[in-house]
Each structure stands twice: as structure tokens, then as C-alpha cells.
């Protein structure tokens, strides 16, 4: 076992021990941290290739709303409930995605069209306020503890799924950034036409990320279903999730594998300390200064924080390759 | 057909003057500098804010709380240009359109620091018109035209003016336009102030018919943006037909359906579009 390996093993250990450990407040903070934390890797799957989408909070909303949906009024088991979410989710991306890449939808031009995604969502969610409930919000039924409904009082298993799915989602993130198909990727995101001209499937690489990044925000908004037990179009889909999204995962520096989860952190620390500190007398405090330190992140490290530590600090002591043998 | 059909189609076509002088300013930014600013609506928003506390908690005279207004918005798109766009004018395109993004999270939570969440009206109450059976909101009515007027004023500016023709030059060609010794710097300046300035008209016209609270910008920014990119970002007489066609769209789905299915089939309509002319309705 090398010292990366045992390193790594020591920090699971940590992180599996921590509901014993402290107080549910904290635990909930820490649920909200891994949750959101991969949400916002499942966005820089994407991202990080230039393909910047607005309309993340669609995979979201479609991912948290249809199990839910499914569950109240049929009482479907989130466990079929969730991966139709999924499904969905994909389908919704490939509609999306395919002509976009067909006809060299790019740039601002993507980032519009996917806003524009993200907003039907919402207004759909809103306009189908019978079955919904629009604004108002969705409660699934509750149950109490039932692994059928997967609902669990107990913030401990909530915390445990959102570790598990946290880590898988680090995982997929690490296999496509250490997969074949990276490469090809990075060459899309410098000039598409020369990628295409050196024998690169454009389409189907962007599409792959594209229809992973989707799936994994839709597990992501399930999850977060599941945990709160509440679902609201404006928190869950809508511009201001989506843009949520995109700038905790460039804050905490989207090109790295933890960077996403750091935002996480960052965003989620900055608004509870703010909120604890201020009391509610501020409201729209926590989210000034977010706002001031995402122009100024994107001004001065568009790495983001994780970006700029990696380029600052471990370049120097990193040991040299050894070579195989 | 009938009156309330036609009722909403000409409110339809009085809400597409606002959003056509919007959708100007917008294109005038990309046209020029060739940067989406994401928070444009959330500087109406700032306006109308403006416009709220110069006439309703200073009492200020409306009409001078509007000029005010305008000024202030102009203002504040000179800001946002020398302090967010010009530092990383060189870099990609992508990354202005996100550090507009982050003034807009700090202009929402900004105002509600200020004014907090309620909604504000300036009180400000202007006479229905009726005409044949058919009742015309004489503010609506008054935002067309203005804003009918504003574009004209923009029109003439860029076509007779010296200015108005360097900036017309900059958006056909950015490296040239420096050899015919044009001052690009003050030219984006020039850009940023009007088009914060027709931001600021906007604001004074909306004031007059909606409540302003700080998410406002939120329900209309997505329109304008999707109005601009349907016309062909940057190109300002397609941007102007498209926030007809967008607004017919909401009015007339609004009049058979709900407020949010119209939105729907709007930005339905947009995503199709979008993929059946890639580049807006007005490219051949």
C-alpha cells in the first residue's frame, strides 16, 4: 500500500466516522456539502471541456420531481421512482443535445438555449400546479424509516448516501478524466474542426459527457428529494439554481476533482456563517458577498481556488514519476 | 374574433416595445464588445429601484426621478464595464458571460439588502384607455412608444453620428476599426453607457406597470435573452422583430392557456428555432 493509497483509506475513515461524532446540525450541514458537492461535479463533467450549461437545474428538477410525483400518486418505490428520473433526465439531454452539437450549437449560443431549457422546466413544474402544486411546493408522503421509500429520519443514513454518491461521482469524474476519450475531449473544447478533421466522433464524445453529466445532476436532485422531503421549482430547476451550479463548481475550481466539492463547502460555509452571524436582519448578505467573490474568482482565478493551489503549492514538492518497471 | 383575443394580441405588441428596447441594448453590448451581459435585466432592476426611492421615499417629481434613474442605470453600465468586462476582455467569451453572472447574484442580494423582498410600487396609477370595447393600459401604451421612440433615437445615433458610426464599424470589425485610429477603450465606454442607458429607459417604463422587487429581473432577463440570441446576437433589427414574435407568443398563450404555459411555449419555441435556424431568424 503505497502512502496515496493509505492516505486516501485514512480520509474514508474519517469520513464514515463522523455521524458519531457531531451534532446533527453539523451533520446536516455535511449532508448539504456531499449532495451539492456532487451535483456540482456531475456539472463540471461538462464544464470543464468548455461545455458550459445553464440548464442544469432542468436535470435537477426532472431527477427530484418524478420519483416524487411517482411515489405520491402511485406509490412507486423510489427505487424504480428514481432511476425514471434518470432516464428522463437523459432523454431530456439527448433532445437537447444532439441537435445542439448537430448544428455547432456553441458558446453563448449553448448557454442560452440550455438556460432557456432550464426555464421551461420550471415553468412547467409551475404551470402543472394541480399535480404539482406550482410554487408552493411538493411534500412526498412521509412515511417514517422505510427502506421501500427510501425515507429515513435518521440523518445518519442520508449521510451515508450522500457519501456513497459523492464517491462515485468523484469516481466517474476521475475515469473520464483518466479515460480514452479525455484527449479527445480536450481537443473538441480547443477548435471542434480540427478535432473533427483529425478523426474525432465530435458528436459522441460530447454527447457521452453530456448524457453522464445529466444523469448524475438527476441522482443528485433525487437524493436531495429524498433528504428534504420537500421540493420547490425555484430551489430545485429555474435560472437560479442552474447559475447555483455553475458558480459553486467554478469557484472551488472545476478543472480538479475535489475543486466542485470545495465550492460546495465554500458556498454552503459562507451562507450559514453569514446567517448565524448576521441573523436574519440580512438577508442577501451571505449571497453580496458570493457575488462580489465569484466576479472577482473569475477576474483574478478562473481555476479556481482548488486551481490555484494545485499550480502554486504541489507542483513544487510533487515527487517525479517513477518510471514503470 | 373576439375582443378579448384582440385585447391581448395588442397588449402582445405593447409589451414587445419594452422588450424590443431591451433586447437594443443588449445586442448593442454583444454587436460592439461582443460580451453577453447575463445580469442586464437585473440593471432594470437597479432603475427601477432608483426610480422608487428618487419619487416615492424622497419625493423627488417623476420626471425627474426618471431622468435620474436613467442616468444612474448608464452609470452603472459604464461600472460593470471598466470593472468586470474590460480586466478579462481578452479571455473566453464564456468567462464575461459567467462574472456578469456573479453582479448578478450580488445586485439580487444586494437590493434585498437594501429593500429587502417586499414588493415596491411608486403608486403611480395611469388612466385605462378604452377604444371600441377594447381597454388598452395607457401606461402600456405610453412604454411603446417610448420605447418605439428610444429606438429611433438609437437608429439616428448610430447612423448619423460620428461615435454612433465607430461603434457601427467596431462590431463589423474590431482590428480594423484601431487602424482607422478609433479608440476602441472609449468607444466600449461610450457602448456600456448607452446601453445601460436604454436599460435605465426600460426601467422607468416597467416602473410604471410592475411592482419592483429584487428577483424582478429573474422573470423577464431569460426573455430578453433568448429575444436577442432568436434575432441573432448582436444584430439589432432581427433582435427587434423577435421580441414581437416572443411576445405575441406569451399573449396569445396566455389568453388560451396560464401565464407559465405561454412562457413555455415560448421558450419551446425558442429551443426549436434555435435548431432550425441555428444563427436567428434573420440570417438568410
Known amino acids: 500500500m503505497t502512502a496515496r493509497n493509505a492516505t486516501l483509506v485514512a480520509a474514508l475513515g474519517i469520513l464514515l466516522a463522523v455521524p458519531q461524532f457531531v451534532p446533527p446540525y453539523f451533520l446536516h450541514l455535511l449532508i448539504q456539502v456531499l449532495l451539492f458537492g456532487f451535483i456540482y461535479t456531475a456539472w463540471s463533467i461538462m464544464g470543464r471541456f468548455g461545455f458550459v450549461s445553464l440548464g442544469h437545474g432542468a436535470f435537477m428538477g426532472v431527477g427530484a420531481y418524478v420519483p416524487a410525483l411517482l411515489w405520491n400518486y402511485y406509490g412507486l418505490t423510489p427505487w424504480l421512482g428514481i432511476p425514471l428520473g434518470v432516464l428522463l433526465s437523459v432523454l431530456l439531454a439527448l433532445v437537447i443535445g444532439y441537435p445542439c452539437f448537430r448544428l455547432r450549437v456553441v458558446g453563448h449560443y449553448f448557454a442560452l438555449v440550455t438556460l432557456a431549457l432550464s426555464q421551461v422546466v420550471m415553468l412547467t413544474i409551475v404551470a402543472a400546479r394541480d399535480i404539482t402544486g406550482g410554487s408552493l411546493g411538493f411534500t412526498p408522503n412521509a412515511v417514517g424509516h422505510s427502506w421501500y421509500a427510501l425515507q429515513f429520519p435518521e440523518k445518519s443514513y442520508f449521510y451515508a448516501i450522500s457519501l456513497v454518491v459523492w464517491l462515485g461521482g468523484l469516481a466517474v469524474w476521475r475515469s473520464i478524466d483518466r479515460g480514452i476519450g479525455r484527449e479527445a475531449l480536450d481537443a473538441i473544447s480547443e477548435d471542434e474542426e480540427a478535432a473533427a478533421a483529425v478523426g474525432i466522433d465530435v458528436m459522441r464524445e460530447k454527447l457521452r459527457v453530456t448524457v453522464i453529466s445529466a444523469a448524475l445532476t438527476a441522482l443528485g436532485g433525487a437524493i436531495y428529494g429524498q433528504y428534504f422531503m420537500y421540493l420547490n421549482p425555484e430551489t430545485v430547476s429555474g435560472i437560479a439554481v442552474s447559475l447555483q451550479i455553475v458558480f459553486a463548481a467554478i469557484v472551488g475550481g472545476m478543472y480538479a476533482a475535489l475543486g466542485p466539492t470545495v465550492g460546495s463547502l465554500l458556498t454552503l460555509s459562507l451562507n450559514e456563517g453569514l446567517r448565524i452571524g448576521f441573523g436574519t436582519n440580512f438577508i442577501g448578505a451571505a449571497n453580496t458577498i458570493y457575488g462580489i467573490l465569484l466576479i472577482l474568482c473569475i477576474i483574478f482565478m478562473p481555476r479556481g481556488i482548488v486551481g490555484m493551489l494545485e499550480t502554486i503549492n504541489f507542483r513544487r514538492f510533487r515527487p517525479k514519476p517513477v518510471p514503470a518497471e | ?284
Not at chain 2, 228 to 237: D, E, K, Q, R, S
Open chain 2, 1 to 284: 374574433m373576439d375582443f378579448y383575443l384582440l385585447e391581448a394580441i395588442i397588449n402582445g405588441i405593447l409589451l414587445g416595445g419594452v422588450l424590443a428596447l431591451l433586447a437594443l441594448g443588449l445586442n448593442l453590448i454583444f454587436g460592439v464588445i461582443d460580451v453577453v451581459w447575463i445580469a442586464y435585466a437585473d440593471l432594470v432592476m437597479c432603475g427601477m429601484y432608483a426610480v422608487y426611492w428618487l419619487y416615492s421615499e424622497l419625493g423627488w417629481p417623476l420626471v425627474l426621478a426618471f431622468a435620474a434613474a436613467i442616468v444612474f442605470v448608464a452609470v452603472l453600465g459604464v461600472l460593470v464595464h471598466v470593472l468586470i468586462i474590460a480586466p478579462i476582455l481578452g479571455s473566453a467569451p464564456i468567462n464575461q458571460l459567467l462574472a456578469t453572472g456573479g453582479l448578478l447574484f450580488f445586485l439580487q442580494s444586494f437590493a434585498t439588502l437594501l429593500f429587502s423582498t417586499e414588493f415596491r410600487n411608486i403608486g403611480v396609477r395611469l388612466p385605462i384607455i378604452e377604444l371600441g370595447g377594447i381597454y388598452i393600459s395607457s401606461a402600456r401604451l405610453l412604454a411603446f412608444a417610448m420605447a418605439l421612440l428610444g429606438a429611433v433615437a438609437l437608429y439616428f445615433f448610430l447612423k448619423r453620428s460620428f461615435i454612433g458610426t465607430a461603434i457601427r464599424a467596431i462590431a463589423q470589425d474590431r482590428d480594423i476599426v484601431g487602424l482607422m485610429g478609433v479608440d476602441q477603450r472609449s468607444i466600449y465606454l461610450v457602448t456600456s453607457a448607452i446601453g445601460g442607458a436604454l436599460a435605465g429607459l426600460a426601467a422607468c417604463l416597467l416602473s410604471l406597470q410592475y411592482d419592483v422587487h429584487p428577483y424582478i429581473g429573474n422573470t423577464f432577463g431569460p426573455l430578453i435573452f433568448m429575444i436577442c440570441v432568436l434575432g441573432g446576437l448582436g444584430n439589432m433589427i432581427g433582435g427587434f422583430v423577435a421580441a414581437f414574435i416572443i411576445s405575441q407568443i406569451i399573449a396569445i398563450g396566455g389568453y388560451y392557456y396560464s401565464t407559465e404555459l405561454s412562457y413555455v411555449l415560448a421558450f419551446t419555441f425558442f429551443i426549436v428555432l434555435m435548431f432550425v435556424r441555428p444563427r436567428g431568424v434573420m440570417t438568410r
